[in-house]
């Protein structure tokens, strides 16, 4: 297989300590597919065969297109015309994709020309909730590269640089539609769309902030206002503001693990381990040492969790960055993952487009605290609501993702926090204990 210069780095030539995915069983395929982050996280369908429908219809929309490609997808084009070791390598991906499960018809990405053209579509629209469960394809760049994904040739092009930062310049592109007006058309009463009393109740809308419910819209100004829509005060209290010891979740959603002990450097292709490597999930930031022995605490985001985040402790911001990473390369392993598809988890918090957050708290024996939000797949826009030198009450604003659910990880100096909620053993999504901003996670010691 070529090499690309600009891929991440990697665990040895054949990626010893993981497991690869052989095309050709049923059984691989769907734990690929229920590995996934974007089926763990609630935005594609449980049943497979629904992916295929979306793609059917989807796919035959796109051939239908007559246009030429906007701007960014047409760089992508470019781009596999002129590097053509990538154009072989999307080829391989896209012809093992068909070979995968010859019992079931799923072929429908046929060509880099159908994947092209899917892609232009997808940058103008916008995800439909849908009344019922089996037709909610939330992730549409995800449901398009289902198959690609659980291939051998979709593992290496999806952790090639250049091909990364394609897929990257496209779901900006694709954000900035969904923070236009032009995407407030799914947000209507009707049965698939968000503010309908279906959607409502399962999202707890009761919970947050409604521009103008009896106006168009609600009142919101684009999707994405409506998806990091804030939350009512009343509804996340802050239960330990008087206990100045108290650490709080900077978060909602269910608990990953937490692990002591994280080294500089580690083998994040351990499937087993899911260890974190400080160098790779810090970027480099010069106090990284300070790290080395400490904890991680990881959390879990589906999608109809709060997507805003918070300040965990007390204290001044000293470090605010923006770390581009990988947006669609997972773990491999061709067993059903006992994690729901949060097995990567731990993998992607080291090599995926992240934000770093580091507070120094003024609360004595706490001492620095990172926090890293994960975009994860669709989901690689993070935006900052603060800058170095604020200074920031615990329960504060730091940002928000915007669309699609994700990843947060607290990276704490070695014996400073003893952690208040039960970790996570088998690391099932499902099984987390749950975690809502600003409840108490951990305790100063």
Excluded at 3 to 17: F, I
Excluded at 174 to 197: A, I, T
Excluded at 230 to 259: C, M, Q, T, W
Aim: proline letters at 6%; one cysteine or more.
């Amino acid at each position: 297989m070529t090499s690309y210069a600009g891929a991440a780095p990697r665990n040895g030539p054949n990626d010893e300590g993981t497991t690869m995915v052989k095309p050709g069983t049923a059984a691989t395929l769907e734990a690929r597919y229920q590995n996934s982050f974007g089926r763990a996280a609630g935005y594609l369908p449980r049943n497979r065969s629904a992916v295929d429908a979306w793609l059917t219809r989807f796919v035959a929309r796109a051939r239908q297109r007559t246009a030429a490609h906007v701007p960014v997808v047409q760089e992508l084009a470019d781009l596999l015309e002129q590097d053509k070791p990538l154009r072989d390598l999307v080829n391989l991906m896209i012809e093992q994709a068909q070979q995968l499960d010859p019992e079931h018809e799923h072929k429908h990405v046929k060509s880099i020309d159908e994947m092209l053209n899917c892609l232009d579509e997808i940058t103008v629209t916008a995800p439909e909730y849908r009344l019922d469960p089996n037709e909610r394809v939330f992730f549409p760049l995800s449901a398009l590269f289902c198959y690609m994904m659980a291939t051998d040739a979709g593992w290496e092009a999806f952790r090639i640089a250049q091909f990364n930062d394609a897929l990257l310049n496209i779901l900006t592109v694709w954000c900035g539609f969904l923070d236009s007006p032009e995407s407030r058309y799914v947000l209507n009463e009707g049965p698939d769309g968000w503010l309908c009393q279906a959607a409502s109740e399962q999202n707890k809308l009761y919970e947050f902030v409604i521009p103008d419910p009896g106006a168009l819209y609600g009142g919101f100004d684009s999707f994405n206002a409506f998806f990091h829509r804030h939350i009512k005060p009343e509804f996340r209290p802050n239960g330990a503001k008087d206990d100045p010891k108290a650490v709080v979740s900077p978060n909602d959603g269910s608990v990953v693990r937490y692990l002591s002990g994280v080294q500089m450097d580690a083998d994040i292709f351990d499937v087993k381990g899911q260890p974190y490597s400080l160098r790779r999930m810090l970027n480099g930031y010069a106090d990284t040492e300070r790290f080395i022995g400490g904890d991680v605490f990881q959390s879990f985001l589906s999608g109809a969790d709060y997507h805003r985040w918070h300040a965990p402790v007390d204290g001044i911001v000293k470090h605010v960055e923006r770390v581009p990473g990988l947006m669609f390369s997972e773990l491999k392993t061709d067993k059903v993952d006992e994690s729901a598809g949060t097995l990567s988890q731990g993998y992607q918090a080291n090599v995926n487009t992240r934000g770093l957050v580091v507070i120094e708290s003024t609360v004595p024996g706490i001492g620095q605290v990172c926090v890293i939000p994960v975009g994860i797949t669709e989901i690689s826009s993070v935006t900052f609501s603060v800058s170095v030198g604020d200074k920031v009450t615990r329960g504060d604003e730091l940002g928000c993702f915007s669309y699609g659910g994700s990843s947060m990880c607290l990276v704490f100096e070695p014996g400073k926090v003893d952690f208040t909620v039960p970790n996570n053993t088998i690391e099932h999504a499902d099984d987390g204990a749950p975690v809502f901003v600003n409840g108490r996670i951990a305790t100063a010691k």
